[in-house]
T-cell receptor
Framework: EAQVTQNPRYLITVTGKKLTVTCSQNMNHEYMSWYRQDPGLGLRQIYYSMNVEVTDKGDVPEGYKVSRKEKRNFPLILESPSPNQTSLYFC??????????????FGPGTRLLVL | GESVGLHLPTLSVQEGDNSIINCAYSNSASDYFIWYKQESGKGPQFIIDIRSNMDKRQGQRVTVLLNKTVKHLSLQIAATQPGDSAVYFCAENDGGSNYKLTFGKGTLLTVNP
């Protein structure tokens, strides 16, 4: 089944403890992106990647890192999580490198609570 | 209706009625628009998209209308069913970057049996 998967789906952690949320797609998509979704603010883009080894900042990149060493994987890294990073996170992918001009397919989400 | 930037509005309809969800955008350079459905506890799911060289596009039970004159987008759902209950939001590419979609905050659709 063609899909975007994220792990873990739920995570509770403490301030300052490094964590990684994994994202993988099996559709051979060029473009991948991370979003956070907060009440009243909608989906905001954190980082995106147009292809392997090519990443760029979105609207809210502070406190996050990403890497794209392989086409299928796009992990989101929080080096030192803080409570304001408590949110619902979504990974998405699209077929071509121009993810802003075509359908993005979303993963199921990762709910993160930082204490 | 919804606008990219406003609080979440709600729409309540009876099962079998048609639903219309609205979205306003501010950038006349926006050239690609997409509607997503998000059910509780799930990721956004693609419904339908439209490019700025079109005024209307139809899918299965859904129609998207684009009025570029007033910068307005709407999603029409025919014969609304309880399974259509969800948050619906529009997204646009504002023409400034091919790598970015800007998402609205969404409209909560509730279908009453």
């Amino acid at each position: 089944e063609a899909q975007v998967t994220q792990n873990p789906r739920y995570l509770i952690t403490v301030t300052g403890k490094k964590l990684t949320v994994t994202c993988s797609q099996n559709m051979n998509h060029e473009y991948m992106s991370w979003y956070r979704q907060d009440p009243g603010l909608g989906l905001r883009q954190i980082y995106y990647s147009m292809n392997v080894e090519v990443t760029d900042k979105g609207d809210v990149p502070e406190g996050y890192k990403v890497s794209r060493k392989e086409k299928r994987n796009f992990p989101l890294i929080l080096e030192s999580p803080s409570p304001n990073q408590t949110s619902l996170y979504f990974c998405a992918s699209s077929l071509s490198s121009q993810g802003g001009q075509e359908t993005q397919y979303f993963g199921p989400g990762t709910r993160l609570l930082v204490l | 209706g919804e606008s990219v930037g406003l609080h979440l509005p709600t729409l309540s309809v009876q099962e079998g009625d048609n639903s219309i969800i609205n979205c306003a955008y501010s950038n006349s350079a926006s050239d690609y628009f997409i509607w997503y459905k998000q059910e509780s506890g799930k990721g956004p799911q693609f419904i339908i998209d439209i490019r700025s060289n079109m005024d209307k596009r139809q899918g299965q039970r859904v129609t998207v209308l684009l009025n570029k004159t007033v910068k307005h987008l709407s999603l029409q759902i025919a014969a609304t069913q309880p399974g259509d209950s969800a948050v619906y939001f529009c997204a646009e590419n504002d023409g400034g970057s091919n790598y970015k979609l800007t998402f609205g905050k969404g409209t909560l659709l509730t279908v009453n049996p």
